[in-house]
């Protein structure tokens, strides 16, 4: 508690600290980047804010408690969605693993300890098996879990997913989608903590001209 309290309090004094910077600080193809062709957001109504994320990046490992924390403070007419990404093949199992676990409403059991187990202790959760026998280790059922992994429709939505992050062209996590047509990175933002400023200035930006 203490520390996620603490994470918070980081995160909103760093904000803070960007806050202050005019809007004219944040500019397009320097601090993010504008899309030619949106990309279609998913969530309905509001301003869709994408985290683009792989369980094994040490990156995404460390802005996952930021992320959280800014999720937490973030205005009722934005929709928060995290968007596992499978830029190399290693990657795929992962993002089957999240919306096979998304399917069957098992995410938050099993979340946290997949970015831990992959990014923190770099285990090797590589395929179908070995990721059924840990997702089991948190009272998510193994079989149920394989099924849905293999399903049609886990592979639909991870087929979607990609094909939105590929429109997006993404090609690094931990990546920021702002309403589908926003892209941020902590290399163009310069920090982890200034991806999330600049998120807020694109958001605050979207929501004025759709009030």
């Not at 899309?35 to 040490?58: A, M, N």
């Not at 408690?65 to 795929?92: F, Q, T």
């Amino acid at each position: 508690m203490f520390r996620a309290l603490r994470t918070v309090g980081l995160l909103l004094a760093a904000l803070a600290v960007f806050g202050q910077a005019n809007a004219d600080d944040w500019q397009e193809g320097v601090h993010y980047k504008k899309l030619d062709t949106p990309v279609r957001t998913d969530s309905g109504p509001g301003i869709e804010v994408g985290e683009v994320f792989w369980y094994g990046c040490p990156h995404c490992y460390n802005f996952k408690p930021l992320a959280e924390a800014w999720e937490a403070n973030a205005p009722d007419y934005v929709n928060y969605v995290r968007i596992p990404a499978a830029l190399g093949r290693s990657w795929v199992p992962h993002a089957q693993a999240f919306y096979a676990l998304e399917a069957m409403n098992s995410l938050d059991k099993v979340h946290d300890a997949l970015f831990e187990a992959l990014a923190g202790q770099r285990r090797p959760l590589n395929d179908a098996e070995s990721l059924a026998d840990f997702v089991a280790g948190y009272g998510v059922d193994r079989d149920e879990f394989l099924n849905n992994f293999k399903s049609f429709g886990v592979n639909a939505r991870m087929q979607q997913a990609q094909a939105k992050i590929r429109g997006a062209r993404i090609t690094g996590t931990p990546s920021m989608l702002v309403n589908g047509k926003y892209t941020v990175s902590a290399s163009m933002a310069g920090s982890l903590e200034a991806m999330l400023a600049v998120v807020d200035y694109l958001v605050e930006k979207e929501q004025a001209a759709n009030p």
